[in-house]
């Protein structure tokens, strides 16, 4: 039995050893053209056979959300299906669309619920109605009514805002027509079923401030409460954020003030919820942003952090935990995950600086048409955990990992895939190094792919090259790994990507 036990032991270390050491990549040789992803929100599905990219961006010359879908099937080495298609509104031959896509949220398999907006000039109202559309087939469901408010004219209609809940059973929905501002602040909320069907309603009054909040987050629980965060604009004080918490099965909302110490600010937030439980997190600011990174002229955008505001909410809203946690400061921490492990929240950032240059336009009859560069440097990537429970942190590990600049990419190459297996935390990421020195065959910055394990005590205790991973650029070579993509086939295997210009090959990363 002993035998036996001692057997067992060595085998699961072997095992967790293995996942640790040895992932593995296999490649495409057919490589796939790239249709313009810069600036949209895209987001990743695979139905078993075919990979679906669903990318969304607004466009200015349209006044009108695009929404198209590029699709490749994993049967033929991810060619690229001709049948790509749009999925967004279709627009008149003369004129516009008068229906805007103002919010759009995934449902399950492969259907979408758009909420549409459309000033009504007839009548003076500004409406809201939903349509559900396959992007498979690209059909598209009837027009169905939700709400409307009073409007002025096209200009001054008020807003309408949404969200989805995580377990996209409930969607939150906030009127708030176009008021006086001298008065207090008036808006409607809503909660609706997965039919979209209104099944709490309740009139809401702000507190006067002095400025108009111009936009309301909004957050939907798991069992259809309403969560807001607006600004608040007093006189002689300045601007911070509050949380305004509804439990829609009664008639109440309770304001929380997010107002930190010193005046500083909360940049960022996010939410996750559990069973019974509701966490909320903010990042908190000195406001100090002093570029340290060199984009090419460009100014970098990033996120000071001194610390984080934690609040725990049971199902009914009631607060269970309220703590403020005190961070070195952190030059720069994007928002990017949150895993719940365990009782405790595992959340993730990367170190992403953005910039955006105007250049002149390329045609001198409209030299008001600019072009714009979009340049990123990142610094490394940082993760902290979190007891749920106490709202203590546990530990903040960071990875500094400097890499140089990259254009019009969204980013990609300097991201991370995450993994979590074995009580412990892979980051797979790219690490730039310069090769075959004082040879022609000289390159500068080839990305080699790196993993770095953490483990519960936020010990960094490996990180390693990933030998042979088919990835990297050479002197005949420029493909390299996409850390903006990973779509699961099982426990074991995933769909990656990698890129070289607008070229692309599919694979699978397996541990």
Known sequence: MKKLFLSLLIFLSLSCLCFSQNPTFKWN??????????????QHFFDGKRVFFVKSKYNEKIFNKDVFVDIYDSRDDFEKDDADFSVGLEQPVMGKNPKTVSFLFHLIDKDYVYFLTEYNNKIKEYEL??????????TKSENVFIAKMSAKNMFNIGDFFVAQSENKK??????????????????????LDTNFKIVK????????????????NLHVTNNGNLILIREIDLPKTKAYKSLFYWNSSTNSVNEHSLK?????????????????ETYFLGTISDGKNKP??????????????????????????????????????????????I????????VLFNEIYKGTKRLPSSDPSQ???YNYEYSYISTGFSVIKLDLQTGKLDWFTRINNEEPKSLNDNGDFLKYLPFFKNNQLHLIYNDSRDINHNTKYFVKDSRFVVMSTINEEGAIVSTKDIQNSGVGKKHDFCYELDLSFALPVNETTYIVRSKCGNNSRFGYLSF
């Open 29 to 42: 040789e057919t490589s796939t053209p790239i249709e313009n992803e810069l600036n949209f929100n895209i």
């Open 129 to 138: 109605s939903t349509e559900t559309v396959n992007f498979d087939t690209g």
């Open 170 to 191: 409930y969607y939150g929905l906030v009127s708030r027509p176009l008021g006086d501002k001298k008065l207090n602040e008036n808006a409607t909320l809503m909660i």
């Open 201 to 216: 309603t309740l009139d809401y009054s702000f507190n006067f401030t002095t400025k108009q909040s111009f936009d309301i």
């Open 260 to 276: 930190q110490d010193l005046d500083y600010p909360l940049t960022q937030f996010k939410f996750k919820e559990n069973d019974s």
């Open 292 to 337: 340290i990174v060199d984009l090419g002229g460009a100014l970098p955008e990033g996120n000071p952090v001194v610390g984080f505001h934690y609040i725990n909410f049971n199902k009914d809203g009631e607060v269970k935990i309220n703590e403020k946690i005190k961070l070195e400061r952190q030059r720069n921490l994007n928002f990017d995950n």
């Open 339 to 346: 895993i719940l492990e365990n009782r405790k929240l595992w």
């Open 367 to 369: 030299p008001l048409n």
